[in-house]
């Protein structure tokens, strides 16, 4: 437990939260900034972060979860999708440092939409060459 951290107080139940699942490792909660009504945080009881650093066994754990969520979603809110996010360091928009996974219901006409502005890469050749730099440290 990191007691600066809001997600270890909720776990601890000393910060309020609405639960919606919990087990021996995990636990789901209402994002309180929902970007759909029924945006789902899903979160390790224990405190680990960065994701490059959880061990295997807590991100199997916490994907199980995930999943679960997703269903309860699409079955107890009808929605037609759903997006899984996690945003691992504040470069990429991480702001509470306790790895969390976002479980966010879709409904076709919810409104939101993601401002996604796809890149290229300048050539086939440098694809290559990022591809090639990731496998070489895999």
């Known amino acids: 437990m990191n007691a600066d ?11 309020p939260a609405t639960r919606v ?10 994002d309180i900034g929902p970007i759909v009504k029924g945006h789902t945080l899903v979160i390790p009881r224990e405190h680990f972060d960065p994701l490059t650093q ?5 991100l199997a754990k916490l ?3 995930v999943q679960k969520i997703a269903q309860a979603q699409m079955t107890g809110l009808r929605a037609d999708g759903v997006n899984v996010l996690q945003a691992n360091g504040t470069a990429a928009g991480q702001v509470v ?11 076709r006409a ?3 939409h993601w401002n996604w502005a796809a890149k290229k890469y300048e050539c086939p050749e440098e694809m290559q060459q990022v591809a090639a730099a990731l496998r070489a440290v895999l």
């Open 110 to 112: 919810d409104g939101h």
């Open 54 to 58: 959880t061990p295997a066994p807590v």
């Open 63 to 65: 994907m199980a979860v």
């Open 21 to 30: 699942y919990e087990d021996a490792d995990t636990l789901a909660f209402m």
């Open 97 to 107: 440092p306790h790895l969390h996974f976002h479980v966010i219901p879709r409904f």
């Open 5 to 15: 951290c809001i997600f270890c107080r909720i776990v601890a139940g000393t910060m």
